[in-house]
T-cell receptor, first 113, second 111 residues
Framework: AQSVTQLDSQVPVFEEAPVELRCNYS??????LFWYVQYPNQGLQLLLK??????LVKGINGFEAEFNKSQTSFHLRKPSVHISDTAEYFC???????????FGAGTRLAVHP | GAGVSQSPSNKVTEKGKDVELRCDPI?????LYWYRQRLGQGLEFLIY????????KSGLPSDRFSAERTGESVSTLTIQRTQQEDSAVYLC?????????FGPGTRLTVT
């Protein structure tokens, strides 16, 4: 069975600092990997996705993630965060042939001035 | 174009009552999903519809939960005899391929 572990429940960071949100997954088959963001009192928005090809994936708002098959990781990074990046971030995985998403518990990113 | 819409946005109900939650997917999206998000937690998969195939109900937590979808359009999630542990945000998503588009959710509070 697939599972997703987000290693940090909360990440505080100062504005303009770099940030990395960690995600590890377990799966016995090929996977699609996703990062979603949930701003306060809003729905989920897709940040980026890995389906195949280049292991470095660039998304919206300056975020990027790297798929590492040997370490079964898909960490999310941003070189310089803004106050507006304060939100909950969810990592998710699905089978290559089936779109049900398995989500991690989420990481709350808090950007401070 | 229009995104996924859900109604109502908020629902407060008494324990033991039945509730119906509605989802209108993006037009043309063949797949529709329901998820539940309890306070402070990630999303749990509930049920998945794909075209005319039999739905995947493997995530439904009990037989009090059921869902229907009319063709490739509206879906309704029904919770019978609600319990306090059913309090959560219920999210609907639709897709054509790997990327799912989420609605704003229905916040259900069972008192």
């Amino acid at each position: 069975a697939q599972s997703v572990t987000q290693l940090d429940s909360q990440v505080p960071v100062f504005e303009e600092a770099p940030v990395e949100l960690r995600c590890n997954y377990s799966s016995s088959v090929s996977v699609y990997l996703f990062w979603y963001v949930q701003y306060p009192n809003q729905g989920l928005q897709l940040l980026l996705k890995y389906l195949s090809g280049s292991t470095l994936v660039k998304g919206i708002n300056g975020f990027e993630a790297e798929f590492n098959k040997s370490q079964t990781s898909f960490h999310l990074r941003k070189p310089s965060v803004h106050i507006s990046d304060t939100a909950e971030y969810f990592c998710a995985v699905s089978d290559s042939g089936y779109n049900k998403l398995i989500f991690g518990a989420g990481t709350r990113l808090a950007v401070h001035p | 174009g229009a995104g996924v819409s859900q109604s109502p946005s908020n629902k407060v109900t008494e324990k033991g009552k039945d509730v119906e939650l509605r989802c209108d997917p993006i037009s043309g999206h063949t797949a529709l999903y329901w998820y539940r998000q309890r306070l402070g937690q990630g999303l749990e998969f509930l049920i998945y519809f794909q075209g005319n195939s039999a739905p995947d109900k493997s995530g439904l937590p009990s037989d009090r939960f059921s869902a229907e979808r009319t063709g490739e359009s509206v879906s309704t999630l029904t919770i019978q005899r609600t319990q306090q542990e059913d309090s959560a945000v219920y999210l609907c998503a639709s897709s054509l391929a790997a990327e799912q588009y989420f609605g704003p959710g229905t916040r259900l509070t069972v008192t």
